[in-house]
DNA sequence: GTGCAAAACATCGTATACAATCTTGCCACC
DNA sequence: GGTGGCAAGATTGTATACGATGTTTTGCAC
């Protein structure tokens, strides 16, 4: 990983322990081990960590600025529970900006980072085959691994650290709205966006991308849940 | 303001404290009445508004994930200092996504919508006429609110909230590396993008966008200046 | 006079404590 | 039996307190 990738992201490695709850949580969001609605209690969150209600809360209202949780005054935190409007913001956001980080990564990719792509798909692919919960969560986050890595190769740490934002909020919203079983993003797909981008071919491998993004959209059943009592269904 | 923008932004008007002096804070940095560098510390923003560290350091935190201060671990939290780099990352990500916003609004503008523009790009300019620290200020506040009104317009709160921490950043950068004393964006680059849209004109409105902010950025003077020693400058 | 070391100071990091607000369950009253 | 209100519990909002870390100053030795 010492490739065009990664420029930025030196920051000192000693996280300040609400960061490290953050991360920690965000990653369960993310991996869908925490279902939208939950309710994340300041007193829970701190116990679970054995910290102080202090950081608990640092961390959530962290959280709550990606968009990954949403506080509400006075009742308390929940892992956020994204609207059908919301989940088409989302994914408009990714059509609108991973075309041109696309090409952007494409005008500062080396050999080295095709590798490393190749190796995340091979990875993907590897997990797509298995069986079990640790995997299926693997293969989501290896999935949305794709995506950040092409923001991360195109060396604006600004874009990448918004595309973070947008790629935990899809997983939230396919948690949310997704049909298919086939959770994540469709594999081959990735690959022929980096053959497209090998090839030289820009204007196809942005296109490829649209098509990508689209397809993930149409996998989802934006319909309404009742707006009301949405949260009922966690507490039940 | 009852028009295709701000279709968003409903929650709840109690804004919890640290928001408030978020806000404060924010609208500080933007107007230039803080300078890039100048210490915040906790106790003397918490004494400032009468609140207690706990509340500052909330706001302080809420800023650095904007990237509008930068707390260093033991050492306090300063108004972000970007560099050249992260001055170019901004306008990057900005030539990025903006002609995208500007399509997307333009599908959805109102009549509504075009005279609130105009009426916005009316006020700039007197703004610009007169002379004096507040109107430079408000004339600048102006200024960045054109390009997050067609952020409202575009309808996606998300791309909303990204454009208004890139116009603030810009802000930043622009008080620091800015060379000519026409602080804002060129006014009557504002008026043509809009005169493009209402014409249907949508490819050369793109253009006129990415033309306009390529005028800004070339006004900047983005040669590193000595990383150390910096913060003096202020506290002299 | 210069350089290093140690202590004093300032500031942040975290925990705990109390106040305000919302929710919930119970009881009286209709 | 149902409904309204009141009180108890739970949870967040904010403040204060103490410990940890970094910076500056001071004092001593060379």
């Given at each position: 990983m010492k490739s065009a990738a990664k420029a930025q992201q030196a920051e000192d490695s000693a996280e300040t322990g609400a960061q490290q709850i953050r991360d920690a949580i965000r990653e369960a969001i993310v991996e869908r081990r925490l279902s939208p609605g939950t309710k994340l209690s300041e007193s829970d969150v701190g116990n679970l960590f054995n910290v102080s209600r202090t950081l608990a809360r640092a961390a959530l209202q962290a959280l709550s600025y990606e968009g990954l949780v949403s506080v509400e005054k006075n009742r308390g935190a929940f892992v956020a529970y994204p609207s059908p409007d919301e989940a088409r913001q989302i994914f408009s956001a990714r059509r609108l900006v991973e075309p041109g980080i696309l090409r952007e990564a494409a005008a500062r990719i080396t050999p080295d980072d095709i590798t490393h792509l190749r190796q995340l798909l091979l990875e993907e692919g590897r997990l797509m085959s298995e069986r079990g919960q640790t995997a299926r969560r693997a293969e989501i986050k290896a999935s949305g691994d794709f995506h950040l890595m092409l923001a991360a190769i195109s060396g604006n740490s600004i874009m990448q650290r918004f595309m973070e934002e947008l790629v935990a909020r899809s997983s939230l919203v396919i948690a949310l709205y997704?049909?298919?079983?086939?959770?994540?993003?469709?594999?081959?797909e990735h690959g022929d966006i980096i053959s497209a981008i090998e090839a030289d071919e820009l204007d196809r491998a942005c296109q490829l991308m649209l098509d990508h993004i689209a397809h993930i959209e149409a996998d989802l059943d934006l319909r309404e849940r009742?707006?009301?009592?949405?949260?009922e269904a966690f507490e039940l």
């Open positions: 997704g049909q298919s079983t086939a959770s994540s993003c469709g594999h081959s009742k707006s009301l009592g949405l949260k």
